[in-house]
């Protein structure tokens, strides 16, 4: 995947919107909304699980030789960390999110998930 020349961002205006996570059980991100702010890119995140509200952070937005989009995300949520790398794909957006815990009894986790947008 490559970004856009000199490393300005690609342009994903036509993934902003709601998506929400085809797996009604997730135990991780239940849906997410792309938003613009300004030349920006970003993420707010919605967990199945405390705390719910991931927050909003800005995204690194990418496109693949064939022109499909995808984006990177990092959340410090406290006791995990979570890198998100996700990737367009025949409408959908699939998410490979990784968890890494600050607990040492904890293993860390590998998530991916689909996620469709709401209507």
Wanted: include cysteine; proline fraction near 3%; glycine fraction near 6%.
């Amino acid at each position: 995947m490559r970004s856009d020349k000199n490393g300005a961002q690609f342009d994903i205006t036509p993934l902003l919107g709601t998506w929400i996570n085809s797996n009604p059980v997730t135990e991780w991100i239940t849906k997410f909304t792309l938003a613009r702010k300004g030349e920006k890119f970003t993420i707010t995140t919605s967990g199945a699980r405390k705390p719910v509200d991931w927050g909003e952070v800005e995204i690194t937005t990418y496109s693949d030789n064939i022109g499909e989009t995808a984006f990177l995300a990092f959340y410090d949520l406290g006791s995990v960390k979570s890198h998100l790398a996700a990737n367009t794909n025949k409408g959908l957006i699939v998410i490979a999110a990784f968890h890494r815990f600050e607990d040492p009894e904890q293993t860390n986790f590998l998530c991916r998930e689909f996620y469709y947008r709401e209507q």
